[in-house]
C-alpha cells in the first residue's frame, strides 16, 4: 500500500482516500506507521476549524514514554502531535497538489515549514508546530509584527536547491494563475438566492478579465521591477504559529507559494489584517505602520544578504511603499476571484460568496488611488 512519492523524494505515499466512512480506520493506520510506539486506542483527536480551503485534524497520545516532550506539549499534557490535513472538494482546481508537497520539502529544509510525515491520494501528514496562532488583535504589536516582517525577509531570501529550480522559472505567476482563474468562476448557481446575489453584486466575467489586464499593466510599468522570490502568497493571520517559549514566529499552509513578487506577500499580508471570518478593513495599516514594517523586512533582507552597510533610504521606503499598494490591489482581486470558484466547490460551511463580495469590492474602492500613485 505504500510507496515512495514520486514527486517527494524519501516521503512514503500511501494509495487511500480518506471520506467519511473509512477516516478513522485510515488515520489510525497511517499514524501506526508515523509513531510505531503509538497504541491507536489511545489516540485523542482535535479539530482545527479556522480554515476555509481543507479539513485539519490532529491527533495525541499523552505521556508516550519513547517521545521527548517538550514544555510545550507537556503543559498541554501531549507528547506530540501529528497534523492530517484533508483536502477541500474540487481545490485541485485551484492548488497545484504536487507543487505544495514539494514546496513543504523545500522550505522544511530551510527551517520554515515542518517536515512531511507521509501522503495519501487526498492529503497528507506532517509535524505541529508548537505555539499560538495569531489573531487580528496580534497585527498591530509592534513585537508581533517584527518577528513577522523577518520571518518574511527570511524567507524571500531562501537559497533555492537545484532539484526546485530545476522544474521552475524564477518569474512571478501570478496573472497566469488569475486568467485561469478567471475561466473557472461559474456562470451561474444552482441556488437561487446565491445567484441573485451573484448578478446583483458581482461584475461580469468581461470586466473582471478586464481588470487583470489593468494590474498587469500596471505592475510591468513599475519603474522600479520588484524582486522576484520564493513566496507563500496566503500569508493571512492563521498561517502564523507563534511559539512563546522561543520568541519566534512560524508559517504554515504553503499550498499556494511559488515565486512570485515579494511586494506581493507582503500586500497581502497588510490585507488580512483585517480578518477572514469577519473581514474590517479599517483594520488595513496606516501608511506609518507600513513603512515601520516595510523598514524592518528590507533591513532584514539586507542583512541576510550580507549588504547591512546599505542603509535604507528614505526613496526607496517609500518606492516600497508605493509598490506594495499595487500588490495589495492584485491581492483583494486574487481572493475575490478565488471566493467565487469556492463559492460553487467547496462543501465546508463558510460564506465563499459574500467573503468574494467583500474583497472585490474593497479592490475596486482603492483601486484609482492605488493605482494612480507614483514612485519617486
Not at 481572493?335 to 474593497?362: C, K, P, T
Request: charged share 25%; glycine share 4%.
Amino acid at each position: 500500500m505504500a510507496s515512495v512519492n514520486s514527486r517527494v523524494p524519501g516521503v512514503l505515499h500511501f494509495d487511500v482516500t480518506i471520506n467519511d466512512k473509512n477516516e478513522e480506520s485510515t488515520i489510525s493506520m497511517l499514524i501506526s506507521h508515523i509513531k510505531k510506539s503509538w497504541n491507536s486506542t489511545d489516540l485523542k483527536k482535535k479539530v482545527y476549524d479556522s480554515g476555509i480551503t481543507n479539513r485539519l485534524l490532529g491527533f495525541y497520545v499523552n505521556n508516550d514514554p519513547n517521545t521527548k516532550v517538550s514544555a510545550q506539549c507537556a503543559a498541554l499534557g501531549r507528547s506530540d502531535i501529528v497534523l492530517v490535513r484533508i483536502y477541500g472538494a474540487k481545490t485541485e482546481l485551484i492548488i497545484d497538489r504536487a507543487q505544495e508537497l514539494i514546496n513543504m520539502q523545500e522550505l522544511s529544509q530551510h527551517g520554515i515549514a515542518p517536515p512531511l510525515y507521509c501522503t495519501f491520494n487526498n492529503g497528507y501528514c506532517y509535524k505541529y508546530i508548537e505555539g499560538r496562532v495569531l489573531e487580528v488583535e496580534d497585527m498591530p504589536k509592534p513585537a508581533i509584527y517584527t518577528l513577522i516582517a523577518k520571518k518574511m525577509a527570511q524567507l524571500h531570501s531562501i537559497k533555492l536547491s537545484d532539484h526546485f529550480l530545476k522544474n521552475h522559472n524564477m518569474e512571478s505567476k501570478l496573472f497566469d494563475i488569475l486568467h485561469r482563474y478567471i475561466n473557472l468562476i461559474p456562470k451561474e448557481f444552482k441556488d437561487a438566492t446565491k445567484q441573485k446575489r451573484y448578478e446583483e453584486a458581482v461584475p461580469s466575467l468581461e470586466s473582471l478579465r478586464g481588470e487583470v489586464e489593468t494590474l498587469s499593466e500596471a505592475i510591468s510599468n513599475l519603474k522600479n521591477k520588484p524582486n522576484i522570490s520564493f513566496s507563500h502568497n496566503d500569508l493571512l493571520i492563521a498561517n502564523f504559529i507563534h511559539d512563546e517559549y522561543q520568541d519566534e514566529i512560524y508559517f504554515i499552509d504553503h499550498e499556494y507559494g511559488c515565486p512570485n513578487c515579494s511586494a506581493y506577500d507582503i500586500g497581502n499580508h497588510f490585507n488580512e489584517w483585517a480578518g477572514v471570518e469577519t473581514v474590517d478593513y479599517t483594520l488595513y495599516p496606516s501608511k506609518e505602520t507600513q513603512l515601520k514594517w516595510l523598514q524592518i523586512y528590507l533591513d532584514e533582507l539586507k542583512t541576510l544578504k550580507g549588504i547591512s552597510e546599505e542603509k535604507t533610504g528614505a526613496n526607496e521606503l517609500e518606492n516600497m511603499y508605493v509598490v506594495v499598494q499595487k500588490f495589495s490591489l492584485a491581492s483583494n482581486f486574487f481572493w475575490g476571484v478565488w471566493g467565487l470558484i469556492q463559492a460553487h466547490y467547496s462543501e465546508i460551511d463558510f460564506d465563499y460568496l459574500e467573503y468574494a463580495i467583500v474583497r472585490l469590492n474593497e479592490y475596486f474602492k482603492n483601486k484609482d488611488n492605488f493605482l494612480a500613485m507614483k514612485e519617486v
